[in-house]
């Protein structure tokens, strides 16, 4: 099973952390002018406003999801040398002025927010030095997979108007200049021999071909012209916006996606590579290391992943063998029924929801929706989470895949995509109104991966586990995370080709890991969040237990933890520190 929030990923990791913020752009120096503060700290306000306009300019998906209406009829094109050279000058900028601002002249809160903004800019300056825009392929998650999502209705753009339909068809604009760029790019790697592995290549050519394959009639890109007949039209208005998108359908965006195919089949493919790992490029082990940092926003080597990943695999195996001898006769829980499946989850967030208060202090406003996927969707994996658009009256959602599902994970499952794993913490961040823009709708992955993983281990305490097969499937979910950071590195920077990988995987019994061989190859590092995340919040929890005794508060360590939205690594780490000593200093 997969937990990842979708994302267009050559964008991912020039803009994850730069997601798109609920208030307006005026909002900022209102934050600042709320109370009195020191010069630093209204210096620093200032920065976060300033830093986030210049990002709204340059990526019209963010202006379209703020609604601020710069950008409407637009979608960001980011593999260009044009936009890079312009998002390294916002980057310099921010990370000059961001330096300039003494961290002991301010509070401890925007001390944190200082913190994650300076390791936030030095990461993206970092991967712009990076060559990544010549790998642009991610099948599923990269810009044709999102334009077919914002057809389908399921991206975060709106699609609910007319004014929303001609906004597609103007994007599909956008979608032709990605694939001349995406194009160029593979071209030029290719000349260098920077290329993407055969493996990645060929689920790029399946995920197009499952997209535009077959009558147009039957494909996600048809939805807009269903959506405009629901709308309730004059005659002419509704024959003017069908030939609208109509013929942006038949002249951009049908003959984008037959051009990029063929390209990828005919020319690129030959030319791609059998071996895996990023490190079999010149130039691609310091790109894994960069993406190492970026997913876990720590300083940890491949090889210190690597070890933890056999340590921390061979203590979940001892715990699961452990579980599986409890559950010996325990019968199947797998059904083909997928009402049951959605009435099982139903089921969990109300059971759950009496519960939370327990742990909590607070609840996201954002409802929860648990839905089957659509085709068009199916590459992202068993299970994923989308957060709650800002202006939009959409739910969080919690994607299932359909036609059979084993609900001896159905608990662990919950815990991570729903509450109080990936829809709790997002939805909460979002609606976080004293913090920074670039923390409330921020993508830290192994705050934001680490935390829905420590979310499954909550279950005892919200009154689940109690079925046997439940806990042999939570550590079976923890035992194919701690997996992941074998599969990942031996990969990327160990060099296994897809035999030694499977052998390496099925000699460690990491059979979770050898199913994701694909995933590693396709996003690296990505895979290391999660592990490596949770770790890092249950050792902070063990800290503050060990520190405060008996004055400890569950409810009010996961208040500090969450309410500043997700962090790096190291500025949580930091922050609760700095929690803990005040805790002590003000119990008696």
């Given at each position: 099973?997969?937990?990842?929030?979708?994302?267009?990923?050559?964008?991912?990791?020039?803009?994850?952390?730069?997601?798109?913020?609920?208030?307006?752009?005026?909002?900022?120096?209102?934050?600042?002018?709320?109370?009195?503060?020191?010069?630093?700290?209204?210096?620093?306000?200032?920065?976060?406003?300033?830093?986030?306009?210049?990002?709204?300019?340059?990526?019209?998906?963010?202006?379209?999801?703020?609604?601020?209406?710069?950008?409407?009829?637009?979608?960001?094109?980011?593999?260009?040398?044009?936009?890079?050279?312009?998002?390294?000058?916002?980057?310099?900028?921010?990370?000059?002025?961001?330096?300039?601002?003494?961290?002991?002249?301010?509070?401890?809160?925007?001390?944190?927010?200082?913190?994650?903004?300076?390791?936030?800019?030095?990461?993206?300056?970092?991967?712009?030095?990076?060559?990544?825009?010549?790998?642009?392929?991610?099948?599923?998650?990269?810009?044709?997979?999102?334009?077919?999502?914002?057809?389908?209705?399921?991206?975060?753009?709106?699609?609910?108007?007319?004014?929303?339909?001609?906004?597609?068809?103007?994007?599909?604009?956008?979608?032709?200049?990605?694939?001349?760029?995406?194009?160029?790019?593979?071209?030029?790697?290719?000349?260098?021999?920077?290329?993407?592995?055969?493996?990645?290549?060929?689920?790029?050519?399946?995920?197009?071909?499952?997209?535009?394959?077959?009558?147009?009639?039957?494909?996600?890109?048809?939805?807009?012209?269903?959506?405009?007949?629901?709308?309730?039209?004059?005659?002419?208005?509704?024959?003017?916006?069908?030939?609208?998108?109509?013929?942006?359908?038949?002249?951009?965006?049908?003959?984008?996606?037959?051009?990029?195919?063929?390209?990828?089949?005919?020319?690129?493919?030959?030319?791609?590579?059998?071996?895996?790992?990023?490190?079999?490029?010149?130039?691609?082990?310091?790109?894994?290391?960069?993406?190492?940092?970026?997913?876990?926003?720590?300083?940890?080597?491949?090889?210190?992943?690597?070890?933890?990943?056999?340590?921390?695999?061979?203590?979940?195996?001892?715990?699961?063998?452990?579980?599986?001898?409890?559950?010996?006769?325990?019968?199947?829980?797998?059904?083909?029924?997928?009402?049951?499946?959605?009435?099982?989850?139903?089921?969990?967030?109300?059971?759950?929801?009496?519960?939370?208060?327990?742990?909590?202090?607070?609840?996201?406003?954002?409802?929860?929706?648990?839905?089957?996927?659509?085709?068009?969707?199916?590459?992202?994996?068993?299970?994923?989470?989308?957060?709650?658009?800002?202006?939009?009256?959409?739910?969080?959602?919690?994607?299932?895949?359909?036609?059979?599902?084993?609900?001896?994970?159905?608990?662990?499952?919950?815990?991570?995509?729903?509450?109080?794993?990936?829809?709790?913490?997002?939805?909460?961040?979002?609606?976080?109104?004293?913090?920074?823009?670039?923390?409330?709708?921020?993508?830290?992955?192994?705050?934001?991966?680490?935390?829905?993983?420590?979310?499954?281990?909550?279950?005892?305490?919200?009154?689940?586990?109690?079925?046997?097969?439940?806990?042999?499937?939570?550590?079976?979910?923890?035992?194919?995370?701690?997996?992941?950071?074998?599969?990942?590195?031996?990969?990327?920077?160990?060099?296994?080709?897809?035999?030694?990988?499977?052998?390496?995987?099925?000699?460690?019994?990491?059979?979770?890991?050898?199913?994701?061989?694909?995933?590693?190859?396709?996003?690296?590092?990505?895979?290391?969040?999660?592990?490596?995340?949770?770790?890092?919040?249950?050792?902070?929890?063990?800290?503050?237990?060990?520190?405060?005794?008996?004055?400890?508060d569950i409810r009010a360590f996961h208040e500090a933890v969450l309410d500043d939205g997700p962090l790096p690594l190291i500025a949580l780490e930091a922050k609760i520190e700095r929690w803990i000593q005040s805790e002590m200093a003000a119990t008696p």
């Open positions: 099973m997969m937990s990842l929030r979708r994302f267009p990923l050559v964008g991912a990791l020039l803009w994850l952390c730069w997601a798109p913020p609920l208030a307006t752009a005026e909002q900022a120096p209102e934050l600042a002018a709320a109370e009195e503060i020191e010069p630093a700290a209204q210096r620093l306000d200032a920065l976060f406003h300033t830093t986030f306009q210049a990002r709204l300019d340059h990526d019209p998906s963010l202006a379209n999801r703020v609604g601020d209406g710069r950008s409407v009829g637009r979608m960001t094109v980011d593999l260009s040398e044009a936009y890079r050279a312009r998002s390294r000058e916002i980057y310099q900028r921010a990370a000059r002025d961001a330096r300039a601002i003494p961290l002991d002249e301010l509070d401890a809160r925007r001390r944190t927010w200082a913190e994650a903004f300076r390791w936030l800019v030095d990461m993206q300056l970092e991967l712009l030095d990076r060559p990544l825009h010549l790998l642009p392929l991610i099948p599923g998650a990269d810009f044709p997979s999102e334009f077919a999502g914002v057809a389908a209705g399921d991206a975060d753009l709106a699609m609910d108007s007319a004014e929303d339909l001609r906004a597609y068809a103007s994007r599909a604009n956008d979608l032709v200049r990605w694939v001349d760029q995406a194009i160029d790019n593979l071209r030029r790697g290719a000349e260098r021999g920077f290329v993407h592995p055969k493996l990645v290549v060929a689920r790029e050519i399946q995920a197009i071909a499952g997209m535009v394959g077959g009558p147009l009639g039957d494909t996600v890109f048809q939805r807009p012209l269903e959506t405009a007949e629901g709308l309730g039209l004059p005659p002419d208005q509704l024959q003017a916006l069908r030939e609208e998108l109509e013929t942006a359908t038949r002249t951009l965006v049908v003959p984008a996606y037959a051009r990029f195919h063929a390209f990828l089949t005919r020319e690129y493919l030959t030319t791609a590579r059998d071996d895996l790992g990023l490190g079999e490029l010149d130039g691609g082990a310091e790109l894994y290391r960069s993406l190492v940092r970026y997913f876990t926003t720590t300083e940890l080597g491949p090889e210190e992943v690597f070890a933890l990943g056999e340590s921390e695999s061979r203590r979940r195996k001892r715990s699961l063998r452990v579980q599986q001898r409890l559950a010996a006769e325990a019968t199947s829980r797998f059904t083909r029924d997928d009402d049951q499946v959605l009435a099982t989850f139903r089921s969990l967030e109300e059971s759950v929801g009496q519960r939370l208060d327990r742990l909590f202090l607070h609840r996201p406003e954002a409802p929860l929706a648990v839905r089957f996927v659509e085709p068009h969707m199916t590459s992202l994996g068993g299970a994923f989470y989308r957060g709650p658009t800002p202006g939009d009256p959409r739910p969080g959602t919690f994607f299932l895949q359909p036609g059979g599902f084993d609900l001896a994970n159905a608990e662990v499952l919950f815990l991570h995509e729903a509450i109080p794993g990936h829809h709790y913490q997002i939805a909460l961040a979002q609606e976080l109104e004293d913090v920074p823009d670039f923390l409330r709708y921020g993508y830290f992955g192994a705050f934001v991966e680490g935390w829905a993983l420590y979310a499954e281990s909550l279950g005892e305490e919200l009154g689940l586990y109690r079925d046997p097969t439940s806990r042999v499937g939570r550590e079976r979910f923890a035992l194919g995370r701690a997996g992941r950071l074998v599969g990942d590195v031996g990969i990327h920077h160990f060099g296994w080709d897809l035999e030694e990988a499977r052998s390496q995987l099925g000699r460690r019994q990491l059979d979770w890991a050898r199913g994701e061989i694909g995933r590693y190859t396709t996003i690296p590092g990505q895979a290391l969040a999660y592990t490596i995340g949770e770790r890092k919040i249950s050792e902070l929890r063990t800290r503050a237990e060990e520190s405060l005794g008996s004055a400890f």
